[in-house]
């Protein structure tokens, strides 16, 4: 990690529909300013979606800081994505949020605070002197524990061609995934991990979870950017996970991220391996919800595209 003159970190992937502009204020405190849009997922209130909304918002309103993009060469990518992390939970003050607009939908936040130059400072500190890749793993340790079963039940396609949907037009759409083993911000991988997101997947009824990754329409790339415990009393912990979803989608040749971050509280007798696996399935769960929607408007696309090409040549050929 390089020397630093200024502070804090950033999470680039951030919705399209996120922007955010900074004013600096006379007393040369950072005043940050967002919006952000969420879709309200079928089914659920509507308090999940604007918390979504509101940690893209924060998030988006940090990042647009000069004072941050400037420093990002200078962290690891790991570190520098939890130091915004840290950012956005401690040190922007006087948050407040505004619903813009909601519907069945979608829901619309804005956010508005400030960050001082102090709180940059320590932010910084906190980062150079505990970076996330030098803690250890304590609570997410790889347990070997993967399902034989489901390796054995994972598909194998013999297709000659890439970028075709095993599906033909006007049939039962399948989606068809390989799940590669989880990255951690220690720089060590699990498929142990990743085999609890083949898990949920495998359960949809129009998904394949192939055993190779040449066989299969969309790559996931599971990444834990973050599991932190911290002591709350001598009775109480919380701990905080940052997970990152990263999805290759073969059919458009175009790379998406889906994040998804959650506190925990638990109890100092219980088990930190447990409640970490719980929470990180919580989190698979939760960010599978939109790789699976992705995914069926991906290979929905792709059918209707081939599905006017064999039209096209047919009246062509007549």
Aim: charged letters at 25%; proline letters at 3%; one cysteine or more.
């Amino acid at each position: 990690m390089k020397h630093l003159y200024l502070t804090v970190g950033l999470l680039l992937a951030v919705v399209s529909a996120t922007k955010a502009e900074v004013v600096e204020q006379e007393d040369s405190a950072l005043s940050v300013f967002g919006e952000a849009c969420e879709e309200i997922k079928a089914g659920e209130q509507n308090a999940p979606a604007r918390i979504k909304a509101t940690d893209k918002a924060c998030f988006s309103a940090v990042s647009a800081l000069p004072e941050i993009i400037d420093i990002k060469d200078s962290f690891d990518e790991h570190d520098f994505n939890v130091m915004i992390y840290n950012i956005v939970d401690e040190y922007i003050e006087d948050l407040t949020t505004k619903t813009l607009r909601q519907d069945d939908n979608q829901i619309c936040i804005e956010v508005s605070g400030y960050i001082t130059p102090e709180s940059i400072g320590k932010a910084i500190d906190k980062t150079i002197k505990s970076p996330a890749t030098q803690q250890k793993m304590v609570s997410l340790q790889d347990d070997d524990e993967e399902d034989d079963s489901l390796d054995n039940s994972l598909a194998t396609l013999n297709i000659p061609e890439q970028n075709v949907l095993p599906t033909p037009p006007n049939s039962v759409l399948v989606n068809t995934f390989y799940v590669r083993p989880t990255e951690f911000y220690n720089n060590t991988k699990s498929n142990s991990h990743s085999g609890i997101l083949k898990k949920i997947l495998s359960q949809s009824e129009n998904v394949q979870v192939m055993a190779r990754e040449e066989d299969a329409n969309f790559i996931v790339t599971p990444q834990v950017l973050k599991a932190k415990i911290e002591p709350l009393n001598s009775e109480t912990n919380r701990m905080q996970m940052v997970l990152a979803l990263e999805i290759f989608d073969r059919l458009k040749n175009d790379t998406t991220t889906e994040h998804q971050n959650k506190f925990i509280l638990f109890s100092t007798n219980e088990n930190e391996q447990a409640i970490a696996k719980d929470l990180l399935t919580q989190l698979f769960k939760q960010g599978s919800v939109s790789l699976l929607k992705m995914a069926d408007q991906s290979s929905a696309q792709s059918i209707k595209k081939q599905a006017h090409g064999i039209s096209d040549t047919a009246v062509i050929t007549q």
